[in-house]
């Protein structure tokens, strides 16, 4: 490990810590995965922009890293707290679809996502049917001890394990508040571990199980891929903050009863504030929502996403809108600018070195992954004229490794995205552009104008003075 220690903050513990791993030779960290019965939308997909920060601070601070990021594909009810339908089955039925199907289209979009996100792929990136024989043999071993029947099913009993819900902390009683009650648990935060297929009735996704034919619950698949994958203790869980008040809390008690100890399974808890949009939490379910598609036929580059997200601290929660994301695209291209002068440039004397801009990197991201403030960082060594060009760019693959926004091979024409709803080509606008350039030689203003005015109408901003030249207008 290099620099500065790395603090994390710790939702179990509610403080920052200097995170030790478990195996300074294999850090092992699991990230709570989609419910993949429908797009991500990109509240969802903040979530997982703030685990591969965390990822590749990781790896870049020195430690090899192994990284699970599961799918579900089974179990996640309309509410989480095993109340309602499941999501899978619920969208199966009313798109009239194979749920396989279902399941197997929104997993390949899901990865698609992370590609463009120029997130780094996990490790593993496990599908909870293909532990189902696994989960139910997590289920007999805690059964007797933990748990309870149900005619409906398999029912963990929260009262066996110590401490139950200490993540959830202060929200508990909010949480718990709403978990909508289902007749005969002996304790309102009681979760699923098995649901029984209610008799007469087939679900597309059932199994056989000591307790019934039917479907695990959702909490189950990630205390079982996780010990699979990254052993029963390890370092880091994450997801977004709603799963600090149920589903959290249920793998702790999971991995208690599995383990007949007070271990919590992971080290450490983390947890991504939400995105929000002026109408509240952003959520799948409640039908129109944004996804990556959307803002890139608006017009906008993932990327552009990806540093909105990287412009707030994971902790806070982020206001998505149009203009931030404007804002965010632009101030991208500045940076791809500014990189593309750097290469353009010779060898030029200089009399600094870049190496106290690596500390300031180092020491943002150590401060619970700082990325607003290692943002300023990077505009600042682009920017030093006492840095040779070369060095520079040198630096820049060290911000690019963590930051993730690749800077160093992305070209201002790449960035530009044509949105959908725009009625000229590239090629066009270069041929308009070259004319009024030569108009504008002419003294010919009046023609200069008209044709800014008629690419505007097509839906083209032209910048002029500005090095960014011209853009793709929004049409909101
Ligand atoms: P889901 O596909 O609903 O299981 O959620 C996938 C991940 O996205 C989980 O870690 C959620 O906690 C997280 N998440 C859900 N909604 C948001 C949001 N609006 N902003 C940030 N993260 C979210
Ligand atoms: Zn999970």
């Not at 960290?29 to 419910?35: E, K």
């Not at 009735?201 to 019934?212: H, I």
């Not at 992971?266 to 598609?293: C, I, P, Y």
């Not at 870049?354 to 505009?379: G, I, K, M, W």
Request: proline share 5%; hydrophobic share 40%.
């Amino acid at each position: 490990m290099t620099g500065a220690p790395l603090i994390l903050y710790n939702s179990l513990t509610r403080s920052a810590e200097p995170f030790r791993p478990l195996d300074p030779s294999n850090v092992r960290v699991y990230s709570c995965g989609p419910t993949v019965y429908n797009y991500a939308h990109v509240g969802n997909l903040r979530a997982y922009v703030f685990t591969d920060t965390l990822a590749r601070t990781i790896r870049w601070k020195g430690w090899p890293l192994t990284h699970v990021i599961n799918i579900t594909d089974v179990g996640h009810l309309t509410s989480d707290a095993d109340a309602g339908d499941d999501k899978m089955e619920a969208a199966a039925r009313a798109q009239g679809r194979d749920i396989w199907a279902i399941a197997r289209h929104y997993t390949d979009a899901f990865k698609q996502n992370l590609a463009d996100l120029n997130i780094t792929p996990p490790t593993h990136l496990p599908l909870a049917t293909d532990h189902v024989a696994e989960m139910i043999e997590w289920g007999v071993r805690i059964a007797d001890r933990h748990c309870y029947r149900l005619a409906d099913g398999l029912y963990f009993d929260t009262t066996t394990v110590p401490d139950y819900g200490r993540l959830a902390g202060a929200a508990d009683d909010a949480a718990h508040a709403r978990i909508e009650a289902v007749a005969g648990k002996r304790h309102p935060q009681d979760f699923a571990i098995w649901r029984a297929t209610p008799p007469g009735e087939t679900r597309q996704m059932e199994w056989d199980s000591p307790w019934g034919r039917g479907a695990p619950g959702w909490h189950l698949e990630c205390s079982v891929m996780a010990a699979k994958y990254l052993g029963p203790a390890f370092d880091i869980h994450t997801g977004g903050i709603d799963h600090r008040e149920i589903h959290h809390p249920n793998e702790i008690a999971q991995n208690q009863a599995h383990c007949e100890c007070a271990d919590t399974g992971a080290q450490l808890w983390m947890h991504n504030n939400f995105l929000v949009d002026r109408t509240g939490k952003m959520s799948k379910s409640s039908g129109e929502f944004l996804t990556l598609a959307r803002l890139v036929e608006r017009g906008f580059h993932p990327l552009a996403y990806r540093l909105m997200c990287l412009q707030a601290h994971y902790r806070s929660e982020l206001e998505f809108s149009w203009e931030n994301l404007a804002a965010a695209q632009v101030r991208l291209k500045r940076l791809v600018h500014a990189v593309a002068a750097l290469k353009a440039r010779g060898e030029t004397p200089a009399t600094g070195s870049a190496a106290a801009y690596r500390e300031q990197l180092d020491a943002a991201l150590s401060d619970d992954l700082n990325t607003p403030r290692a943002l300023p960082v990077l505009d600042a060594m682009l920017a030093d004229k006492k840095v040779s060009p070369a060095d520079r760019l040198a630096m820049l693959a060290e911000f690019d490794a963590v930051l993730g926004l690749d800077l160093l091979q992305r070209d201002r024409a790449g960035l530009r995205v044509r949105p959908a709803s725009a009625t000229i080509d590239a090629d066009t606008i270069e041929a308009r552009l070259v004319e009024r350039r030569e108009a504008r030689a002419a003294k010919d203003f009046p023609r200069s104008d008209a044709i800014r005015d008629a690419l505007a109408a097509a839906g083209v901003e032209v910048m002029d003075g500005d090095p960014l030249g011209w853009d793709w207008k929004l049409n909101p």
